[in-house]
């Protein structure tokens, strides 16, 4: 334990040395390194003017990182406990020096648990939260982190945009107001740049699904795929108004629910989704708004 805080101190550090040097050294001329200096890779997507999500390999759990073309930073979960730290290795590698939003999609360990670390460690604008209160020590220790940082903290409310990037529309389509269940509660969010759609839906379930379908134009290119692929989310119905070119899934090999389910993945196969796993590595889409890559594979153009 104390091994552990010791090295969490030192990426706090860290984080502190990033944003002070590039404050300095950025100040003068946007966000254009000075001459010797390397581009890390959040520096170059903005120079491109590209949209990036990143779903994380951490264990069973979700995580994902979004850069937007402006440059904003967005968090979306935070896995279990132990990828707070996976979380700050990547945010370090990829360049982030601060997170412009944090979103919790509902209060499960698997989704809120790593985001404790990071709220302890990296520079935080604001978290946008489900609205569900839970009970666990685990949401405790999670609200009195973003409390002690004395962070901006707000309820997502459904069918408002939230306004990162002028370029990018991003709308809550669900929250967990007078919900009773975690996964019903989760924020789900569809993320818009051009012809590149992208939906997230935490672990929310079919009767969710049914009323989002109801209400929403719920059609995207990328979907994260709902609750790990456990066959309590992406119905039939769901798949075909979304009707995705890619699907991620976020689990752990081996982990105790069984999760994906076999008939959610005999769905998705039938719909001729190409299927990715964040149980094998990460999961990186990169996108101009024209087309979309993922892994740095070819680009693919986007008709819609
Ligand atoms: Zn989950």
Redesign the pocket.
């Known amino acids: 334990m104390r091994m552990l805080r010791v090295r969490l101190t030192l990426f706090g550090i860290c984080f502190f040395l990033l944003s002070w040097l590039s404050g300095t050294s950025h100040a003068a001329h946007s966000f254009l390194p000075a001459a010797g200096e390397s581009l890390t890779e959040y520096d170059e997507l903005r120079q491109d003017h590209k949209l990036k999500l990143s779903f994380l390999k951490v264990g069973q ?2 995580a994902a990182i979004l850069i937007l073309p402006n440059g904003k930073t967005v968090l979306i979960d935070g896995g279990p406990p132990e990828a707070g730290e996976v979380i700050l290795h990547k945010l370090i590698e990829a360049g982030i020096q601060k997170l412009d939003l944090v979103v919790s999609t509902h209060p ?1 360990v ?2 809120i648990g790593g985001l404790i670390t990071v709220i302890q460690q990296v520079p935080v604008m604001a978290v946008l939260d489900s609205g569900k209160p839970y009970y666990s020590l685990t949401y405790k220790l999670y609200r009195r982190s973003i409390r002690k940082r004395r962070l901006p903290f707000e309820y997502a409310k459904e069918g408002v945009y939230l306004p990162l990037d002028p370029d990018v529309s991003i709308q809550v389509m669900n929250n967990g107001k007078k919900k009773l269940e975690n ?1 019903e509660s989760s924020i789900v969010l569809k993320i818009r740049y051009q012809r590149a759609d992208f939906l997230l839906t ?2 929310a379930d079919v009767k969710t699904e049914r009323e989002m379908i109801e209400k929403y134009d719920m059609h995207a290119d990328v979907l994260k795929v709902g ?2 692929g456990s066959y309590t989310s992406t119905s039939r119905a769901f798949l075909r108004q979304v009707n995705p070119l890619f699907a991620v899934i976020s689990y752990e090999r081996g982990n105790p629910y069984g999760h994906p389910h076999r008939s959610v993945l005999r769905r998705l196969k039938r719909f001729g989704i190409q299927m990715y796993r964040t149980a094998d590595g990460d999961v990186e889409f990169e996108t101009d708004g024209r087309s979309i890559s993922v892994n740095g594979d070819m680009p693919l153009p986007l008709v819609r």
């Open positions: 759990g979700d499960d698997d989704h996964n935490g672990d609750h790990h």
